[in-house]
Each structure stands twice: as structure tokens, then as C-alpha cells.
């Protein structure tokens, strides 16, 4: 229901493929029944006829911004929160499959403290978990909790340090208070930055298990060209403290995240997670420590 006072602005950053765009809006407007919405589209240079069709998208409620050079999903999701004529925003990937019952859970999540409100996100290839929240590694950086496990709550509302921005809901305020999305990131940890820095300001990010999508993972071109360099900035500004939450997230995280696939279990890294669950362990392993080492200096595990 699109509305001059719209209840929610959806902010979609675009880089090429205008199959999964064209599919994504079609599911985005039948998903969004008794909710007054609008809908930012920011295309982020690409050359594969996005931005042909873009221009000539004329639908009520949805603004169409071109970017003049590539921002990143940073930069473009900061200009599109920009835009925002809601008090409350959602930022969505083009390659989420969507289906009813996704936004009205999210919505009614957030409060007065609450950072980021993320979902389950099913991916689209394997039909399993692949994100339910963000813990972190005893190296430093984060995963999908929730990835591969046999089962997770239906329904519930759990808090994490981080959740991903490919589906999430925040106040356009609070977004805006903590300065955005740090443009400095390339395509990667600019979310997990912004959580960790509302958590620092007092604010609660939480995943809605009653929330889920499905989502063709890592669909734009080049989404991990910048690894390296994100990972190193990354953990210059939060590995001291990544590396020790990672000392209690994953034990527990990497057993039940290969429970289904037994053959994925490393004895090493099963007798490591073992010792740390049972408390014989509160020490990173030889192996940990020069991954660490590595991935503060290069971007790239080691061990």
C-alpha cells in the first residue's frame, strides 16, 4: 500500500542483475499487504540494462537514484537511507527471495532501544539455514550462526552482536545518529561494523525467528573482490574484542554447524571445540593464534 506517509522505506542497493531485480520486486509488492511502504532503488553503476530499466520504472512509491560512480553497498544504502521518508527503513538485497509474512515480525520488533532487527535467511540453493544471527570466530572475524544447523526456534526473538544487512529493519534516526554505514568498507563488514558500534551506543540488534527469506547468497559481481582489505580493517578496530566473544560463540557453533555433515568435522578442531565446551581448554590452540596473526596482517587465514 503504497502512502504519501509511508509506515516503511525499503532501501535496495543495485549492481547489475536485473533477472534477480525484476523477480525481487514482484515478490517485494505482494509481501507488503497492509503495510504503507516506499520503495528506493539505487543503482550503483551497473552495465547490464539496470539502469535502462530503471528509468523507466514509473510506479507510485518507488524512487529510482543513479549513482554517478560506484559507491559500494555502503555508500549506496547510506544514500538511499538519505532519502527515506519513513521513520523506519528496511534495507534489502536483490537477490532475496520473498515470500508473506516476512515484514509485519520485524516491524513490530523494533523499540526504543533496539539497533538492527534481522530474520532467517534460508539459502536459496540448498534450501538450509544459512543465517539466524552473527557470532564471531576466536580469530576475530564473524559467522552466520544458525548455518547448517538441523534445527533453530520457529518463532521467538533472540539478541546477537551483529546480524547481516541483506535483510533488516533499523530506525531511519538511529541508522543515521551512528553516522551510517562506514564507507571505508568495501562490500563486506560494513554491517557487522554499524551493529557493533550501536551495541557500543546502548543499542540491542536481534534476529525475529518467525521472520525468514530465502536468499541467493553473494549474487552481485565482485561481492568479495575487497575481502582482504575489509577483513584487516575489520580487525584492526574490533579484533582485540571479536577475538575473545569468538572464545565463547564458537565452540558450540562449529559442532552444530556440521552436525548434518559429519565429514566437514576436522579432529583437530573437533577436539579443540570439545575442550573449550567442557572448560579444559580457555586458551586459543597453536593453529588459532597464527590464523589470527594472519588475518590481522594479510586478510588471509593461515593454519
Keep these: 500500500m503504497v502512502s504519501e506517509t509511508p509506515e516503511l522505506t525499503i532501501v535496495t542497493a543495485l549492481y547489475n542483475r536485473i533477472d534477480l531485480t525484476r523477480s525481487f520486486l514482484g515478490d517485494l509488492e505482494k509481501t507488503l499487504e497492509g503495510i504503507s511502504y516506499e520503495i528506493i532503488l539505487v543503482d550503483d553503476g551497473s552495465d547490464d540494462g539496470t539502469r535502462e530499466y530503471l528509468r523507466g520504472l514509473q510506479r507510485p512509491g518507488i524512487t529510482c537514484l543513479l549513482n554517478e560512480k560506484n559507491l559500494g553497498f555502503a555508500g549506496s544504502n547510506n544514500r538511499g537511507v538519505k532519502a527515506a521518508r519513513a521513520k523506519t527503513v528496511a534495507l534489502l538485497n536483490n537477490d532475496l527471495v520473498l515470500s508473506p509474512g516476512w515484514c509485519r515480525p520485524m516491524l513490530t520488533s523494533l523499540g526504543e532501544d533496539t539497533g538492527f532487527v534481522g530474520n532467517v535467511q534460508i539459502n536459496a540453493q540448498t534450501n ?68 557493533l558500534r550501536l551495541e557500543q551506543a546502548g543499542k540491542s540488534n536481534c534476529v525475529v525467528f518467525e521472520s525468514r527469506v530465502k536468499h541467493w547468497i553473494s549474487s552481485s559481481p565482485g561481492r568479495k573482490k575487497s575481502d582482504m582489505e575489509n577483513i584487516t580493517r575489520f580487525l584492526e578496530k574490533w579484533g582485540d574484542r571479536t577475538e575473545k566473544w569468538g572464545m565463547d560463540d564458537w565452540a558450540s557453533h562449529y559442532l552444530r554447524r556440521n552436525m548434518r555433515r559429519p565429514w566437514k568435522l576436522n579432529g583437530r578442531k573437533t577436539l579443540n571445540a570439545l575442550a573449550m565446551l567442557s572448560g579444559l581448554r580457555s586458551s586459543r590452540p597453536d593453529w588459532m593464534e597464527r590464523r589470527a596473526r594472519s588475518l590481522r596482517k594479510t586478510g588471509l587465514p593461515d593454519g
Aim: aromatic residues 14%; negative net charge.
Design 128 to 195: 538450509r539455514i544459512d543465517h539466524a544471527g552473527i557470532v564471531f570466530t576466536p580469530w576475530g572475524i564473524p559467522e552466520h550462526w544458525g548455518q547448517n544447523y538441523l534445527r533453530i526456534p520457529a518463532s521467538g526473538i533472540r539478541s546477537f552482536r551483529a546480524v547481516t544487512a541483506a535483510c533488516a529493519m533499523i530506525r531511519k534516526e538511529v541508522f543515521e545518529k551512528e553516522g551510517g554505514f562506514d564507507e571505508s568498507y568495501r562490500n563486506g563488514f560494513e554491517d557487522i561494523d554499524l551493529c
